[in-house]
């Protein structure tokens, strides 16, 4: 079956616009996560969704930075007014069921750039 | 807190040989998991292993194997007669019982040289 896709694969963006990740996971599962992969930090947890609501927001490193997801499947990672810190790889996973321990299954990733 | 540290950032080797990642945790909890991933070139993470905090048997599937030890709180992953599609970054992961985040290490970098 399909894996998890994101969307774009390369985004080069300016400082200051905002920007849309997009994430479909895999279909049937209903957690999904976002993480983000850079040289500084390694890879980092920024959001987790179970259906539709996130119970734990605790990486998102600013209010720069949000998430949503709808229809318990697809999600949109929103940066506003992005700064060159945010240059990073964003990576979206989904598993099955709510459970700690759960393998996740991760997308390709989407790089986001910020000149 | 829960910390993951992968202390080898990089291990070149030659084709056939054994090597060692090593994975060394924190964590207050009495009960947890621990996952390796493996990241190859093409930059997708791959799904490798889960072991829960309950389950201290080692594991072998083919070629690779793990050491899971509470007492010294590693999670050590060995590649036996290493290939070159073995090359990648080695990430280790830690999650807490009921808490879905992971916590990854730094990652190792296996170079496998024919």
């Known amino acids: 079956g399909a894996g998890v896709s994101q969307s774009p694969s390369n985004k080069v963006t300016e400082k200051g616009k905002d920007v849309e990740l997009r994430c479909d996971p895999i279909?049937?599962?209903?957690?999904l996560y976002w993480y983000r992969q850079s040289l500084g930090q390694g890879l980092e947890f920024l959001i987790y969704?179970?259906?539709?609501?996130?119970?734990?927001k605790s990486g998102l490193p600013s209010d720069r930075f949000s998430a949503e997801r709808t229809g318990g499947s697809v999600s949109t990672l929103t940066i506003q007014r992005t700064q060159q810190e945010d240059s990073a790889v964003y990576l979206c996973?989904?598993?099955?069921?709510?459970?700690?321990?759960?393998?996740?299954?991760f997308g390709p990733g989407t790089r986001l750039t910020v000149l | 807190a829960q910390k993951v540290t992968q202390a080898q950032t990089e291990i070149s080797v030659v084709e056939k040989e054994d090597v060692t990642l090593d994975c060394v945790y924190e964590?207050?909890?009495?009960?947890?998991?621990l996952f390796w991933y493996k990241q190859p070139p093409s930059g997708e993470l791959v799904f490798l292993i889960r072991?829960?905090?309950?389950?201290?048997q080692n594991e072998i599937s083919g070629r690779y194997s793990w050491n899971f030890q509470k007492s010294t709180s590693s999670f050590n992953f060995t590649i036996t007669a290493s290939q070159v599609v073995d090359s990648a970054v080695y990430f280790c992961?830690?999650?807490?019982?009921?808490?879905?985040?992971?916590?990854f290490g730094t990652g190792t970098r296996l170079l496998v040289s024919p």
């Open positions: 072991r829960n905090s309950f389950d201290e």
């Open positions: 964590t207050r909890d009495t009960t947890y998991y």
């Open positions: 992961a830690l999650s807490r019982t009921g808490f879905q985040k992971l916590v």
């Open positions: 279909s049937g599962h209903t957690a």
């Open positions: 969704f179970q259906g539709n609501s996130a119970p734990d």
């Open positions: 996973a989904s598993s099955i069921g709510d459970r700690g321990g759960n393998e996740q299954f």
